[in-house]
């Protein structure tokens, strides 16, 4: 497997100088580290890197704010948060601001490795009991909708999707992984994740995670 592009932001150094070893150790390529959230915007815009792991609590910004910055300048970065805090306003947060994942500091160094993989590809990856509480919050959020709908101004306003699409997206919804949506539906990983990239573009979708917000809103998760 290719190593991903990887950049690293964390206020401990010993933790950060720790990440980045692993990473490199497992064939990863770390294209930069910082200690703040601003320094941390500036440099990913020069470093270009596929994923940035991203501590939510940082010395000058909020881990939400660093978000926000990747994504002006860097619209097809993918985030992991890394954070010791599971809280749940601060998950939500993160995930509403464009997080791909979330994971936290305790998990076994091979998981995170497998979420850097995941995310690079694609796939929101949480840990065990968070991505449950996402879920429910799209659920909640769907049943209460903003005001101005969703988009669906009228018949023929929603893209067409295929059969299959629509079968993918359903597996979506519910949480699975590429992995085991390609089990289910006796595809290829390369399939499905073909499958997930070209419905995210008729949708105009940027992330797995408004994926599935929007099928949850269709009830699709049934």
């Known amino acids: 497997m290719t190593g991903v592009r990887v950049m690293v932001v964390d206020d401990h150094p010993m933790w950060r100088e720790g990440v980045a070893r692993d990473l490199t150790e497992a064939g990863h390529l770390v294209v930069a580290t910082s200690g703040e959230g601003r320094q941390a915007v500036r440099v990913a815009a020069a470093a270009r890197p596929d994923v940035v792991v991203l501590d939510l609590q940082l010395p000058d910004i909020s881990g939400v704010e660093v978000i926000q910055g990747l994504r002006a300048a860097l619209p097809r970065v993918r985030v992991l948060m890394l954070s010791a805090s599971g809280e749940q306003q601060g998950v939500l947060d993160a995930v509403k601001a464009g997080a791909t994942g979330y994971l936290l500091k305790s998990a076994a160094p091979a998981e995170f490795l497998d979420a850097v993989r995941r995310t690079a590809a694609g796939e929101p990856v949480f840990t065990p009991g968070l991505a449950g509480l996402v879920l429910g919050e799209y659920r909640r959020l769907a049943a209460d909708p903003p005001a101005g709908g969703s988009g669906d101004d009228g018949p023929g306003a929603a893209p067409r999707l295929t059969e299959r699409e629509t079968e993918v997206l359903r597996l979506v919804a519910k949480g699975l992984s590429y992995k085991q ?17 070209n419905t995210l573009g008729k949708l105009q979708l940027h992330n797995r995670v408004e994926l599935t917000r929007y099928a949850i809103e269709r009830g699709l998760d049934d």
Not at 182 to 187: P, V
């Open 181 to 197: 949506i390609a089990g289910r539906l006796g595809l290829s990983h390369r399939t499905v994740q073909n499958h997930v990239q």
